[in-house]
């Protein structure tokens, strides 16, 4: 495994291996079940293995999370190993011990001390959680009655914000007619205007406001919506405050953008991916809330004597049940992912991650400034953290739709000669590369790479392009 981890680095990012080829390998597979062959078990192993995309290799800047951390990734292992489930003390005793300290250490990293915490099973996990908590909040009898009939709640997030609020609000039966997707300003962030004017709108129109959901590192740009005047607005119309800091979160750690989160505290709700830019293995997540009695009041429900026993059996069988965490979730069986993240907070320390963040800044910075200097380079949105959005603008191209295609195609080229991987999404209609810096194990060189990569595949394809037209 350790050598599979090492190769992991090595090599290209990826192998780009056929849907039809990988599905006739794992067809030839299956007829060989029943064999009880380990030949055929670490044959899979190592296939499997090749034909993964190489996520902690430095040419990898695909997705918000990369690399691979060893502390990390033994809890990982010895997880699975011990196989067990987060509910109950009584079946992961020392699990539920350091899920507790783990989540006491967090609160204290980000200046929540005070709050509730619980590990979910992530980020739209988490934006889901906060929905409930929202709803049993101003209808106390929302775990009896659902919705009072009439009623008409309104959930305001952002038009940047990620698609998991909306699924958050298909799963609740509120549905997507409850959205209210408030406009950005030009640097990504809700526009303030906007929102108080869809708040008045609706509240004159017997609407409910119900929740405001402020993003804090949105997934394209990496914007930060204004907490401080969010929660503002959020008082005044006596809504939840949700913050989803699934990717932005660890800034709280940087020493030059930690200010970005300053003002968390004046949220009900906050979530966070360790499994983003931290750099624990997927899936590994919090959801924290300024409300003590918000996990409760929501989730606790239904005949649970099977699993969760009462004092008197405790007493009887000489078991402390006053620390199962399963009572409070919304999930029965959970994996302890509190593991993996604790060995890596024990190896590396609140000043590791400190260095860490800071140098995927410093690093972004470097990005930027390569950009500027690039004639055929231009950045496409402000830069506020590790997300960098930018794309090629070949001299005698002008046409947005030809410049999609342009960029488009140079990035897939690069993915298919398994030189880089790098994202691309849509800001407003035009087409934008976004490069993550993600991977603590990533160099200034190892940039440097990706953009001599990037204008190398560019220049060719510039080459092809003026011919055929
Ligand atoms: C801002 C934001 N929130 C939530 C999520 C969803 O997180 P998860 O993949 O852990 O469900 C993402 C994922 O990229 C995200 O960028």
Redesign the pocket.
């Known amino acids: 495994m350790s050598d599979h981890a090492r190769r992991r680095k090595q090599g290209p990012v990826n192998q780009q291996p056929s849907y039809t080829d990988l599905q006739q390998a794992v067809t030839n597979q299956s007829s060989l079940a029943g064999k009880k062959s380990w030949n055929l078990i670490w044959d899979v192993v190592d296939s499997y293995l090749d034909n993964s995309v190489k996520t902690a290799h430095p040419q990898y800047f695909n997705q ?1 999370w990369a690399g691979q951390s060893d502390p990390a990734m033994i809890g990982a292992i010895v997880e699975v190993i011990s196989n067990t489930s987060m509910y109950t003390f009584e079946v992961a005793p020392l699990a539920t011990v350091i899920e507790n300290e783990l989540i006491s250490v967090f609160r204290q990293h980000l200046g929540l001390e005070t709050w509730a915490a619980q590990m979910t099973t ?6 889901f959680l906060a929905l409930l908590l929202a709803l049993h909040r101003r209808f106390p009898d929302y775990q009896q009655t659902g919705l009072p009939a009439g009623t008409k709640p309104r959930v305001y997030i952002s038009a940047d ?2 698609y ?1 609020m909306e699924k958050a609000l298909m799963m609740s039966g509120l549905g997507l007619h409850a959205a209210v997707k408030v406009a950005v300003d030009e640097n990504g962030a809700m526009d303030m205007q906007e929102l108080h004017r869809h708040l008045q709108q609706d509240t004159n129109d017997g609407h409910k406001p119900l929740l405001i959901v402020g ?1 804090a ?3 394209v740009r990496g914007a930060f919506d204004p907490i401080e005047d969010i929660a503002d607005a959020a008082r005044r119309h006596n809504c939840w405050f949700h913050i ?5 979160g660890a800034i709280r750690y940087s020493t030059s953008q930690g200010a970005l989160l300053k003002s968390i505290d004046q949220a009900d709700s906050f ?1 966070w ?1 360790a ?2 830019m931290l750099g624990v293995p ?2 590994c ?1 919090m959801l924290f809330t300024k409300q003590h009695d918000a996990f409760r009041n929501a989730f606790r429900l239904g005949d649970t004597s099977y699993i969760f026993h009462d004092a008197i059996d405790a007493n009887e069988q000489s078991i402390d049940t006053n620390h199962d965490l399963g009572p409070d979730s919304l999930q029965c069986g959970r994996r302890v992912d509190a593991l993996k993240m604790w060995l890596e907070f024990l190896f590396y320390g609140k000043e590791g991650f400190q260095r860490r963040i800071d140098q995927f800044l410093d690093l972004s910075a470097l990005a930027e400034q390569r950009i500027a200097t690039e004639p055929e380079l231009e950045l496409q949105a402000p830069r506020w953290i590790n997300n960098i959005c930018f794309r090629s603008k070949p001299e005698g191209i002008s046409d947005e739709q030809e410049l999609n295609q342009f960029n488009q195609k140079v990035r897939q080229s690069l993915m298919q000669s398994g030189k880089s991987m790098v994202n691309q999404a849509y800001l407003n209609q035009a087409l934008t590369i976004r490069l993550i810096i993600a991977n603590k194990d990533v160099t200034e060189s190892d940039i440097s790479q990706f953009f001599d990569n990037w204008i190398a595949e560019a220049s060719e394809l510039k080459r092809e392009w003026h011919y055929e037209s």
């Open positions: 918000l992530g980020g739209s996990n988490s934006n914000a990620h998991s993003t590192g949105t997934t989803d800091a699934a990717w932005g979530s991916d499994h983003k997927l899936m997540s």
